[in-house]
């Protein structure tokens, strides 16, 4: 199975400030990779899919790098909005899917 | 507007059963893939069960395989999952998620989720 791990597992950042979650997958995975942003109490959000392709709705502030086994969830502004679980998932070992196992983030 | 409905959580005993279902709207069901995700209390997203457009290919988390099983009504616009055999570690929110294609997982719709508590 191929394993997804974040880094950093929790992050404090402000209002304003320009924040990078990475996500490494164990082998390979071209760039199917997905972000999704959860806060409490709510289901998933699609922000990213196939590495870098935003979901419609959501705001250019957020951006996807990578391929291979290497990728970055970017946030260039950070919004009072934006203070969640975000949590990267794989989507090319079907039908295994794996996901991260996520990165708060909180207000510093 | 799309919408994903679950039901069917509940308390329940270990060993017991339990079928959720979920209830789709607002889109073309039958052209997508479908799945379900779980989270335990204060953990994290786990992929538990997928099934493509027409049923051809199914999949299991390696923690449900053998317990579970996936299925779809394209007529009644519903994804159900049959849970036999639960475990105190099944206990979880079970989301619906619909993918954005018919085939894979990129979940772009997500129910509100149902929780299920297997306890005695």
């Known amino acids: 199975d191929i394993q997804m791990t974040q880094s950093p597992s929790s992050l404090s950042a402000s209002v304003g400030d320009r924040v990078t979650i990475t996500c490494r997958a164990s082998q390979s995975i071209s760039s199917h990779l997905n972000w999704y942003q959860q806060k409490p109490g709510k289901a998933p959000k699609l922000l990213i899919y196939?590495?870098?392709s935003l979901q419609s709705g959501v705001p250019s502030r957020f951006s996807g790098s990578g391929s291979g086994t290497d990728f970055t969830l970017t946030i260039s502004s950070l919004q009072p909005e934006d203070f969640a679980t975000y949590y990267c998932?794989?989507?090319?070992?079907?039908?295994?899917?794996?996901f991260g196992q996520g990165t708060k983030l909180e207000i510093k | 507007e799309v919408q994903l409905v679950e039901s069917g959580g509940g308390l329940v005993q270990p060993g017991r059963s339990l079928r959720l279902s979920c209830a789709a709207s607002g889109f073309n069901f039958d052209d997508y893939a479908m799945h379900w995700v779980r989270q335990a209390p204060g953990k994290g997203l786990e992929w538990v069960s997928g099934i493509v457009w027409n049923s051809g290919s199914l999949g299991y988390a390696d923690s449900v395989k053998g317990r579970f099983t996936i299925s779809r009504d394209n007529a009644k616009n519903s994804l159900y999952l049959q849970m036999n055999s639960l475990r105190a570690e099944d206990t979880a929110f079970y989301y619906c998620?619909?993918?954005?294609?018919?085939?894979?997982?990129?979940?772009?719709?997500w129910g509100q989720g149902t929780l299920v508590t297997v306890s005695s």
């Open positions: 196939a590495a870098s």
């Open positions: 998620a619909k993918g954005i294609a018919p085939e894979g997982f990129v979940g772009d719709y």
């Open positions: 998932q794989q989507s090319y070992s079907a039908p295994m899917y794996t």
